[in-house]
């Protein structure tokens, strides 16, 4: 097929390069010249893995191209996905700003019959603002299906080549047909393809990351109250994940989901709520819980030092990105935290395996906070370590070494990676998420 995507974002680059990858020609548009030179070099602005390879190979096999020129890629193209970014907005709201203006330059070039497919997630009746945005300049028909993607960042090229499901909402067969041959390809092992009308479509995305979401402030508030209780979060989790109607996924306590998804789509979801006039309790107690469990490290540690002998501390901060193996620092804990211990006039050693560019993008300089090139370099003069990611590199440390570079063996575990017995062994003193602290 000859596809064109809009948007070189994390989903659009994603996409683009997988479609490619089963034989297609695909074409994606960005306005960014800088970026589009980039990706034309090779160059993937965003850190996932298995994406640059993707991106190389096929634009070597002359299968995935980039462009500025939406003119040039639509008329290209039979089927056109828009991926860009649906920020959200002061309300809590989707902002479709973007996602309006591509609608209408696909309207203004279209040169013949589109399908045009919404792969951002959009609130419920996106796809019929999308529609009449084309009309207004289009002489051609054209027929919107809504596409929504369920990639987990740091998997999203094996999300993607192998999907648990396709969900499409589609408003004749001929659409549905097109997006069956679509994806053939991707499932093989009998992973379903899910048709439905448009709007059960474009509600399924928020429906499954409010569901994901409840599941982690759910266990956040279990585990504090564990805390409080004496009792142990870890053996819960397992005790009722093992329950085969629960199950053991996104029931990890720690300190509060973050990322592009999650906060966004939960408020999107509230707000629309609102607009059909339904008040979603769970979700708003979803959103009011992950806020307070992203200051539970820093009460833990105000507890620990004392807030007015906080000012001069330095903490090293091990993990950036709201969850390993991304970049992307939206939302994550880390950015709370560690805004939290500046305005206590508190230091901070910053070290993440990939995030620390895009974490100080958006946090900023300051003058206390100083990013490092290695996990035990942050630990060097600091008062206590702070953990916020739990990447593989942090698991299995030299304890001895965190022991002897810190300037008391103090941990604050926010995603429960180490095990309680063994930091008693080595001597920390060790505060967690919903386990007794060890403390001397």
């Given at each position: 097929?000859?596809?064109a995507?809009?948007g070189?974002?994390?989903?659009?680059?994603?996409?683009g390069?997988?479609?490619?990858?089963?034989?297609?020609?695909v074409?994606c548009?960005d306005?960014n010249?800088?970026k589009?030179d980039?990706?034309?070099?090779?160059?993937?602005?965003?850190?996932e893995?298995?994406?640059?390879?993707?991106v190389?190979?096929?634009?070597?096999?002359k299968r995935?191209s980039?462009?500025?020129s939406i003119?040039?890629?639509?008329?290209?193209s039979?089927?056109?996905?828009i991926?860009?970014?649906?920020?959200?907005?002061?309300?809590?709201?989707a902002?479709?700003?973007?996602?309006?203006?591509?609608?209408?330059?696909?309207?203004e070039?279209?040169?013949?019959p589109?399908?045009?497919v919404d792969?951002?997630?959009?609130p419920?009746?996106?796809?019929?603002?999308?529609?009449?945005?084309i009309?207004?300049?289009?002489?051609?028909?054209?027929?919107?299906?809504?596409?929504?993607?369920?990639?987990k960042?740091?998997?999203?090229?094996?999300d993607?080549?192998?999907?648990?499901r396709?969900?499409?909402?589609v408003?004749?067969?001929?659409?549905?047909?097109?997006?069956?041959?679509?994806y053939?390809?991707?499932?093989?092992?009998?992973?379903?393809?899910?048709v439905?009308?448009i709007?059960?479509?474009?509600m399924?995305?928020?429906?499954?990351?409010?569901?994901?979401?409840?599941?982690?402030?759910?266990?956040?508030?279990?585990?504090n109250?564990?805390?409080?209780?004496?009792?142990?979060?870890?053996?819960?989790r397992?005790?009722?994940?093992?329950?085969s109607?629960?199950?053991?996924s996104?029931?990890?306590?720690?300190?509060?989901?973050g990322g592009?998804?999650?906060p966004?789509?939960v408020?999107?979801?509230i707000?629309?709520?609102?607009d059909?006039?339904?008040?979603?309790l769970?979700?708003r107690?979803?959103e009011?819980v992950n806020?307070?469990q992203k200051?539970?490290?820093v009460?833990?540690?105000?507890?620990?030092?004392g807030?007015?002998?906080l000012?001069?501390?330095?903490?090293a901060?091990?993990?950036?990105?709201?969850?390993?193996?991304?970049?992307?620092v939206?939302?994550?804990p880390?950015?709370s935290?560690c805004s939290?211990?500046?305005?206590?006039?508190a230091y901070?050693?910053?070290?993440?395996?990939e995030?620390?560019?895009?974490?100080?993008e958006?946090?900023?300089?300051?003058?206390?906070?100083?990013?490092?090139d290695?996990?035990?370099?942050?630990?060097?003069g600091a008062?206590?370590?702070i953990?916020?990611?739990?990447?593989?590199?942090?698991?299995?440390?030299?304890?001895?070494?965190i022991?002897?570079?810190?300037?008391?063996?103090?941990?604050?575990d926010?995603?429960?990676?180490?095990?309680?017995a063994?930091?008693?062994?080595?001597?920390?003193?060790y505060?967690s998420?919903?386990r007794?602290?060890?403390t001397?």
């Amino acid at each position: 097929m000859n596809i064109a995507v809009v948007g070189t974002g994390y989903v659009g680059l994603v996409a683009g390069a997988c479609f490619a990858e089963t034989g297609n020609d695909v074409i994606c548009v960005d306005i960014n010249q800088k970026k589009v030179d980039a990706l034309i070099a090779g160059q993937v602005p965003i850190f996932e893995p298995g994406l640059e390879d993707l991106v190389k190979a096929n634009t070597k096999a002359k299968r995935l191209s980039f462009t500025t020129s939406i003119k040039d890629a639509v008329q290209a193209s039979d089927t056109i996905f828009i991926a860009v970014g649906t920020p959200q907005d002061e309300d809590g709201s989707a902002d479709l700003t973007h996602v309006l203006a591509v609608a209408r330059a696909i309207g203004e070039n279209m040169n013949g019959p589109k399908i045009v497919v919404d792969k951002s997630t959009v609130p419920v009746g996106t796809a019929d603002l999308v529609k009449l945005e084309i009309e207004k300049t289009s002489k051609f028909p054209v027929e919107v299906v809504s596409n929504p993607e369920f990639l987990k960042e740091g998997a999203a090229i094996d999300d993607f080549l192998r999907p648990d499901r396709v969900v499409v909402g589609v408003a004749s067969e001929k659409s549905a047909a097109v997006m069956r041959e679509l994806y053939a390809p991707f499932v093989r092992t009998n992973n379903p393809i899910l048709v439905m009308d448009i709007r059960s479509a474009e509600m399924t995305k928020y429906a499954a990351n409010a569901m994901l979401a409840l599941r982690v402030s759910f266990m956040n508030e279990i585990a504090n109250l564990c805390e409080r209780a004496g009792a142990d979060i870890s053996k819960v989790r397992v005790g009722i994940g093992t329950d085969s109607r629960i199950g053991m996924s996104f029931i990890f306590p720690g300190i509060g989901y973050g990322g592009s998804c999650f906060p966004k789509d939960v408020q999107a979801l509230i707000r629309t709520g609102k607009d059909h006039g339904v008040d979603l309790l769970i979700s708003r107690s979803v959103e009011e819980v992950n806020k307070n469990q992203k200051k539970l490290i820093v009460s833990k540690i105000v507890e620990h030092f004392g807030e007015t002998k906080l000012r001069g501390k330095t903490f090293a901060l091990w993990g950036l990105a709201f969850k390993p193996k991304t970049d992307d620092v939206r939302e994550a804990p880390a950015l709370s935290i560690c805004s939290e211990l500046v305005k206590l006039g508190a230091y901070v050693k910053a070290y993440d395996p990939e995030a620390n560019g895009t974490f100080r993008e958006k946090f900023g300089d300051h003058a206390n906070v100083e990013y490092v090139d290695s996990n035990y370099e942050a630990l060097k003069g600091a008062d206590a370590l702070i953990i916020c990611t739990e990447w593989n590199a942090f698991r299995q440390p030299n304890f001895k070494k965190i022991k002897s570079e810190l300037v008391s063996p103090v941990i604050f575990d926010g995603r429960n990676i180490y095990d309680v017995a063994d930091m008693r062994a080595h001597g920390f003193t060790y505060y967690s998420v919903g386990r007794p602290p060890v403390t001397w």
